[in-house]
């Protein structure tokens, strides 16, 4: 990987990659190291500008480009979406190439200089999950306003997923208006569906680039970020980088009974047996996986306090302690094996009437190591019979690979989150939701997850729910962390054989 220095026909941003240094730096800090580490500054990157981050942000928020789960959505909002991009990124318009997948899927294409190194993909999408009726009122600033209140910009989709992809378009308009080329292509993915599922967006163009032969050196896609006080015991803040995520599978669950008159019941009734189903299944979890927290234990155990620390650091020998232990943190636990909850329950019509079917779906959710077949098989024998067990179809996916912490991409991904995030802890992580990215897992070795924004307690609460923000002074950071990303992963092969 080591070539020649890549971007720039001015060398205007290859100097900025001088003036900024690469850190070899610790990945997995320890006592002294991160000392260290706690009075270095984020090393930003010299002239981008966090104001026009803002201001396109707020304006990315104000188009409601909603998914609904039937897959409906408002054509025309879409339209104007890209439109918006087109008129604010007027450089990467002019010279990167467009495609557009299905009418509203996004490909960009920065073609490199050197056709002989595989290109790395940047991702995010553009549709956002609705704001559930009645709550509206209850968010500090309109969800679809696009406003920066107290230093916080709200609004639907400020973190998933348009704070992201404004981050990448901003540091590619950066870069070209330095006159930047890089060596090896960067492809920008944003799919228009991922919040149902990415079928018709990143499955396409995933689809599409691998007919074409592409096969990307890494992928980076939402799914991590640096998490202040968010893991329970942790001071120092920790950026979780997604390195797998989980699968999953709905299942309905119909329980069935005599229908009839309710003034005279019977001992066994359709609510009532599929009522002792769910709660057999809340009983009986899906055992454990401790594997697939390892990695994050490894990188977290000089920082976990007490007993877990010392056991996090020998996790093979305390595997099923630890488990023990972590069972009592939901998130925790949801980290370390397959969950199961229902979502949806039916059943009966008239308060005097007997249903003759009562359905749940539960919603699985697969940690790597187990499958859709295993775990499917888990919840046969544990509600037995008694009770119809159907997956629902268009809803079932594997989960992924793990890719790797011991590669060059791993290594340069995580050295400009070092140099961005200095007092972080770099642990991997197995993702619990689902991203676009996992379209790539088949044609790329290493599929990252990760964007450039901390998130509080506060802010994770905003996922998918009420006052999503992104804060106004991580505009600087997120932009520059996607400037050095390209510089030296797309970029500056010098720096790169510099740092290992
Ligand atoms: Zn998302």
């Known amino acids: 990987m080591s070539k020649k220095v890549?971007?720039?026909?001015?060398?205007?941003?290859?100097a900025v990659g001088v003036a900024i240094g690469w850190r070899a730096s610790k990945r997995y800090p320890n006592g002294d190291g991160d000392r260290k580490a706690q009075k270095r500054a984020p090393l930003l990157v010299e002239g981008v500008n966090a104001e026009r981050?803002?201001?396109?942000?707020?304006?990315?928020?104000?188009?409601?480009?909603?998914?609904?789960?039937?897959?409906?959505?408002e054509?025309?909002?879409?339209?104007?979406?890209?439109?918006?991009l087109v008129r604010r990124y007027p450089r990467i318009s002019a010279e990167l190439e467009r495609e557009v997948f299905n009418q509203h899927g996004l490909l960009f294409t920065w073609e490199g200089t050197d056709p002989d190194l595989d290109p790395i993909v940047l991702m995010a999408h553009h549709d956002v999950v609705p704001v559930e009726k009645g709550t509206e009122e209850d968010w500090i600033a309109p969800p679809f306003?696009?406003?920066?209140?107290d230093g916080k910009i709200y609004g639907r989709g400020a973190l998933d997923c348009k704070g992201p992809l404004i981050a990448i378009f901003e540091a590619i308009e950066y870069l070209l208006e330095r006159d930047a080329s890089p060596e090896r292509t960067v492809y920008v993915v944003s799919g228009h569906d991922e919040e149902i599922g990415g079928r018709n967006g990143a499955q396409v163009i995933a689809h599409e680039l691998r007919t074409r032969g592409v096969t990307p050196w890494f992928v980076v896609d939402e799914g991590g970020a640096v998490v202040d006080g968010v893991l329970r015991g942790v001071s120092a803040p920790v950026a979780l980088v997604g390195i797998a995520e989980k699968g999953f599978v709905n299942l309905k669950?119909?329980?069935?009974?005599?229908?009839?008159?309710?003034?005279?019941?019977?001992?066994?009734?359709?609510?009532?047996?599929?009522?002792?189903?769910?709660?057999?299944?809340?009983?009986?979890?899906?055992p454990a996986r401790i594997d697939a927290i390892r990695p994050m234990l490894t990188a977290l155990s000089d920082h976990l306090p007490g007993v877990v620390g010392a056991l996090a650091s020998r996790p093979a020998a305390a595997a099923s302690l630890l488990s023990r232990v972590?069972?009592?943190?939901?998130?925790?636990d949801a980290l370390q094996r397959t969950t199961m909850v229902p979502t949806i329950i039916e059943g009966g019509v008239k308060a005097n009437v007997l249903p003759q079917s009562a359905s749940v779906v539960v919603n699985l959710r697969i940690i790597p190591g187990d499958t859709s077949e295993t775990v499917v098989d888990h919840v046969r024998s544990v509600i037995g019979e008694s009770v119809d067990t159907e997956i629902l179809p268009d809803f079932v996916r594997e989960p992924s690979e793990f890719s790797r912490i011991d590669s060059d991409a791993w290594e340069t991904l995580t050295g400009v989150i070092d140099e961005m995030f200095p007092s972080a802890i770099?642990?991997?992580?197995?993702?619990?939701?689902?991203?676009?990215?996992?379209?790539?897992?088949?044609?790329?070795?290493d599929v990252y997850r990760f964007?450039?924004?901390?998130?509080?307690e506060e802010g994770r609460g905003g996922y998918h729910g009420t006052n999503e923000f992104v804060r106004e002074d991580g505009a600087g950071r997120a932009v520059s962390f996607f400037v050095r990303l390209i510089v030296v992963a797309a970029g500056t092969g010098d720096v790169l054989s510099g740092s290992s």
């Open 53 to 73: 981050f803002v201001e396109a942000l707020c304006e990315a928020i104000t188009f409601p480009t909603v998914v609904l789960d039937d897959g409906t959505y």
């Open 451 to 456: 964007s450039p924004f901390v998130l509080d």
């Open 426 to 445: 770099v642990a991997p992580w197995v993702l619990v939701g689902a991203t676009d990215s996992w379209f790539f897992e088949s044609f790329s070795r």
């Open 253 to 286: 669950l119909t329980a069935h009974g005599e229908g009839g008159h309710s003034s005279v019941p019977p001992h066994g009734t359709a609510i009532l047996t599929l009522a002792s189903a769910i709660v057999a299944l809340e009983a009986n979890p899906v």
């Open 326 to 332: 972590f069972a009592r943190d939901v998130l925790m």
């Open 75 to 84: 054509t025309d909002v879409f339209d104007r979406f890209a439109s918006m």
């Open 6 to 14: 890549i971007v720039g026909a001015t060398g205007a941003v290859a």
């Open 145 to 149: 306003g696009g406003t920066v209140v």
